[in-house]
């Protein structure tokens, strides 16, 4: 039995007092932190900063518990936060702190010039093939390495 508060964890998401047993296998950090996702963000990290960039805090701790390493939320706590620009993007990028990129089609925060942090993204980033670390849950993983 793992202890905790969501589904996601170990906790029942309609009880969440109640521990249920997780299924043999089952990883109680999620999905989020594959084993091959990880793998190939630690064989490529090439001295950036952060592991990776993902959408929001929850998908962030999943991989910075299982990895020990930073993970930035640029999304902050809930995903929706519109704090990155494409500026600090940019500079993030060329300062070697940010290179990989995961997200999906709702992008990055949800307001406040956060469409044209995604279009830079896609229009600035290349797409890693999801073969290289077996994708299984959508999203799309960007390579955003500074020149």
Partial sequence: FVPGANGRNGADPANPGQIVPLAPGQD???DTASSSLV?????????YTYLV????????????LKTGQPVLAMGGFSGSDPAMTVEKLQ???AGKQI???EGGGGGFGRGNGSSSVNSWIQS???????SMYGQ???AQLYSCAAN
Avoid at 56 to 63: D, F, H, T
């Fill in 136 to 138: 299984q849950n959508g």
């Fill in 53 to 64: 960039v993902v959408a929001s805090a929850g998908e962030a701790s999943n991989l910075a």
């Fill in 28 to 30: 109680p950090l999620g």
């Fill in 39 to 47: 793998s190939f963000l630690q064989a490529n990290q090439n001295g």
């Fill in 91 to 93: 500079s993030m990028i």
């Fill in 99 to 101: 290179r990989f990129i």
């Fill in 124 to 130: 600035n980033c290349t797409v890693v093939d999801p």
